[in-house]
């Protein structure tokens, strides 16, 4: 028997998210939509739906029309939701910017993506954001025509402009871009359409068993495929309610929510568990509520998954996997899995949704047992990266299977359990970072001659980030001075947590830099080989 799955039959959705939305005014207008706890902010569908039409209005007023790329630099909020609605409904494709990139990174998005508008907040705890964009701006040529402060007088105008919308959007085009890194070194625009978001969300409202009665809180960030796609979309697919604890991830803002809002479906990647379980007074949040969840975005440890399902009575925990191009999930768990798969396999296909495990040698199906790359094909592969067809064909063959980088098992049943990363993509706390972009970055330091960067395991994230570094000759420097010259520059998630100065690195005899070697060293002389053992799903 081969590696070979294919999820149940379902019915597909030809419709775009203005449609969706439309759709869930006309079954559950009165009912509650979203929720953002730290704003006070509450909206029915109705609500939710009239709201982001004006800001459509406001999108054409601007001037954009079909097809133009509009940004979103925040974190977590209802004008978030606000914005990503009213680009679908006028046409615009949203680019996702992550509210921790700074100067190099945001300025290369604006370049890149041709974006012709941008939304954020001027600050927030972590950065002044319009200075960031004045600096990212500064002597540069850009589509940008008009940058968006939530709260102004500006923001507001848009919310009651009079312009008609007469886009004729259709499921194919595209909905949302959102960049992530590849080993070229350099972001790339994953560019999914509203067929992708829409299904995706509809079919994994199926598998949770989501109806107009639950109540999802959603402590993971907007800007990820995880917030807006498992988060929105299934909301808008289903009729839940979508709770927002926090502007970003905080464990007792997240709890107390779910006490207050009665949430019944509780997101987050492992680290955030493991925050949560980990406060002082866990026990005193009342999570009676909690029925289901779940954990996605890193590997997820055997112990924590028995800990949620258990003490955060959160019995039908779903695990679920992908990446953010294929919009995101393609396998996950069900919810009544016995606790055994739930907690040693990523589950199997979701509906409409084929896998297979192929040779990393000839790309043949393997027998059903055998390692290989994790492959999908579907409605739900990106359509593409943009501007990048060379790149696309790399991960996208011509009978339309996406190879995700990743090594798995698939067992006969279709149980795919993963056993490593065919990438060096490192994972910290649920943040993707290529090692490649961070060397990059690093060899701009004028004192910096050669730099390697893995990850290695860390108990509460799941993966930190570790430097090797060869200085120029008679260059001296200190790991203090490298986490300097990084900050404010690339995001706080891509700085490494730990800086080594080396002469050399460890060699093939071909002269290849053994970056297994790094690895291996590391967890060694930081005494991590039991957290490197440690049993994941």
Known sequence: MLSYSRGPEGELWELTIAQVLDRAVEHWGDSL????????????????????DALARGLVSLGVRRGDRVGLWSTNCAEWVLVHLACARAGAELVNVNPAYRTHELAFTLQKSRMKVLFLWERDSRAEYAQILDEARSGKQLSLEHAIFFGTDCWKELLTAQAGIRAAVMPTDVANIQYTSGTTGQPKGVMLTHRNQVNNGKLLAWGMRYTERDRICVPVPLYHCFGCVIGTMSALASGAAMILPNWTFHPQATLQAVQAERATSLYGVPAMFIAELGLPDFKSYDLSSLRTGMMAGAPCPVEVMKRVMCEMRCAELTIGYGQTESAPVVTMSAPDDPMEVRVSTIGRALPCTEMKIVSVLDGETVPAGEQGEVCARGYMVMKGYDDEPEATARV???????????????REDG???LTGR???MIIRGGENVYPREVEEFLY????VAEAQVVGIPDERLGEVVVAWIRLKAKEESTEDEIRKFCEGKIAYFKIPQYVRFVEQFPMTVTGKIQKFRIREIEI????LAKVAEQETA
């Open 524 to 527: 060694t002389d930081r005494g």
């Open 33 to 52: 939509a979203l929720v953002s706890c730290h704003q006070s902010k509450r909206y029915t569908w109705r609500e939710l739906r009239d709201a982001a």
């Open 415 to 417: 149980y795919i359990h």
């Open 422 to 424: 065919a990438k060096d």
């Open 444 to 447: 701009t330091h004028p004192k």
């Open 396 to 410: 996208i063959d011509a009978e339309g299977w996406l190879h995700t980088g990743d090594l798995g098992m698939m």
